[in-house]
C-alpha cells in the first residue's frame, strides 16, 4: 500500500534544493512511486503568474507585508490546483519550497510580522502541513557562490550578505520550531553526500509508506 507524502525542502539560495529534490524524485520513481515534483513561489498557472511578481523587478519592489500575501495567495492557489490534487491521488510530492520560506525571508530575514504570518498558514495551509521538510544549511557565502555559477539572478539573491545570514538563522529557528517534521541537512558537503543524507531522512518514511 502506497500512502501519499508529502516532502519539503527548505533553505537558502544555492544550498542545494533543486539538485536533490531531482535526485530523490528520480530515485523514488525508480522505486515504484508516483511522484510530482513542483516549487514556491509557483506550482500552479496562477501561482506562476504571482511568482513572476515577486522575483523580478527591484529589490525594494514590495513591502514585507505584500510580499507575505502575495506568498499565501501563491500557495492557496498551489494547493489547492496542484498539491491536495496530487495527495488524494496517492503521488508522493517533493515540493522545491513551502511555507518555511515565508517564515525564514519574510518572517525572520525580512521583520516582517510573524503572528500574520502563522494567521495565513492556518488558513490557507491548515492540515495539509508537510509530511517531512528538510532544511538545507549552508554558509551563505558559498551559496551565493554557487548561486552566482549557477547563473539566474533574482530580486532575493541580490539583497546583501547579512540579510542571507538573518535567512540562514531564520531556518534554523524554523526547523527548531517545528522539530516534529523539520530534519536538519548539513548542505556542504558533496552533492552524494548530501543525497545520502536526504535519503536517510526520508526512508522511515518511505517505509511507512510501503508497509
Ligand atoms: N553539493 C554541492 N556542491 C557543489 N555544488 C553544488 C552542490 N549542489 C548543487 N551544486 C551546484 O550549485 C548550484 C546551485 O544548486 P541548486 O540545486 O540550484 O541550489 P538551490 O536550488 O538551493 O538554489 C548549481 O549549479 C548546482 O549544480
Ligand atoms: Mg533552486
Known sequence: MKRALFITFEGGEGTGKSTQTALLAERLRQSGNRVVETREPGGSPDADAIRKLLVTGETGRWSVTAEILLNYAARESHLRQTIVPALENGAIVICDRFADSTRAYQGYAGNGDKHLIEQLDRKVVGDHQPDLTLVFDLDPRIGLERAVLRGGDDRFERKGLEFHNRLRDGY???ADKFSARCSLIDA???IDQIATSVWQA??????DTAG
Open 172 to 174: 534554523l529557528a524554523v
Open 188 to 190: 556542504s558537503g558533496s
Open 202 to 207: 526520508v526512508a522511515p518514511h518511505f517505509e
